[in-house]
């Protein structure tokens, strides 16, 4: 082969010379490459196994190869140049913008209606419910209700917290996208769910609430993964070297039964006794286990 259709030839495709000599060329020499790091390895099994992968592979490589500007202009386009890995700041970006209107939506649709829904005077009044569950939880109602409104459920400290919200939207709509913005967001909106009662029963307020969580800890994910990284890779894997205890002390005793058509409540009485006497006295001692009999 002459110099100039040598030249031609590597012009025309990359070229990868093998240890033991063997020359590979286009899409063939850059998967080659590439297998030299564990997760691209696949890439190379696909087009040499995979029946007219390689084929595919590279009549896409010699369409790129023939038109190298356009290419070049695009993937200057889309990664710049030279190529730096994705950051997805234009997506986190646009994605907190627009939690930032749902936000704003959500705080002004339930905040009007405030006062009249939960208000003093209004048909489900906060205090009265607040009242309601501390008295019957103690002092697990603050974390079982989590809200802001414990510490007044005045009809001024609840128009106070929806306003606030309506302002921290506002600053994240507007690209000021701190975490302690978007923290705020979520304490002030989970504040309004669960002090709202029934009026915050709907799939979206507890939708919106999720996205919110997440949201708090969006850019995080070089920590979490650094951290955590090897862990959760192993668990999507099924790898876990917890250890297993197969066999634990018994508990509790049980029967259960099944019935072909719904039994009227007034002959379930010898039903409950055959199940109670199934899973009682005789058994238990069986195992070894002492016990008493109770009612309600």
């Known amino acids: 082969m002459s110099s100039f259709h040598r030249c031609r030839a590597i012009a025309s495709a990359v070229k990868l010379i093998l240890p033991d000599g063997e020359v590979r060329s286009g899409e063939y020499a850059a998967l080659t490459a590439l297998a030299s790091i564990p997760d691209k390895r696949r890439l190379l099994w696909v087009y040499e196994r ?40 234009v997506t986190s970006l646009l994605f907190l913008r627009l939690l930032g209107a749902i936000y704003l939506v959500a705080f002004v649709s339930f905040g009007v209606q ?28 603050y974390w079982n209700i989590p809200t802001l409104l414990w510490v007044n459920s005045g009809d001024v400290f609840l128009k106070l917290v929806w306003i606030a919200g ?29 002090a709202g009662q029934v009026f915050m029963t709907y799939q979206w307020d507890a939708l919106l609430l999720e996205a919110g969580f997440l949201a708090v800890f969006l850019g995080s994910e070089v920590v979490i993964v650094r951290r955590y990284g090897l862990r959760l890779h192993q668990l999507a894997r099924g790898i876990d070297d917890s250890s297993v205890i197969s066999d634990r002390l018994t508990q509790s005793i049980s029967a259960e039964d099944t019935f072909e058509h719904d039994v009227p409540l007034s002959e379930t009485e ?19 286990l002492r016990g008493r009999w109770c009612s309600n």
């Open 50 to 89: 995979l029946p007219g992968a390689g084929t595919l592979c590279e009549a896409a490589y010699s369409l790129i190869a023939r038109h190298r500007s356009f290419a070049f202009q695009v993937t200057r386009l889309l990664w710049g140049i030279p190529v730096r890995p994705e950051t997805y700041h």
């Open 166 to 194: 309506v302002c921290l939207s506002l600053l994240l709509l507007f690209g000021a996208n701190a975490r302690v913005v978007r923290l705020g967001l979520f304490v002030l909106y989970l504040s309004l769910d669960t």
């Open 114 to 141: 405030a006062i009249g829904l939960i208000g003093s005077h209004g048909i489900l009044p906060v205090t009265d419910f607040l009242r309601g569950v501390h008295d019957y939880l103690g002092v697990s109602a």
């Open 270 to 288: 010898p039903i409950i006794r055959r199940l109670a006497e199934k899973s009682g006295p005789p058994r238990a001692r069986s195992r070894g």
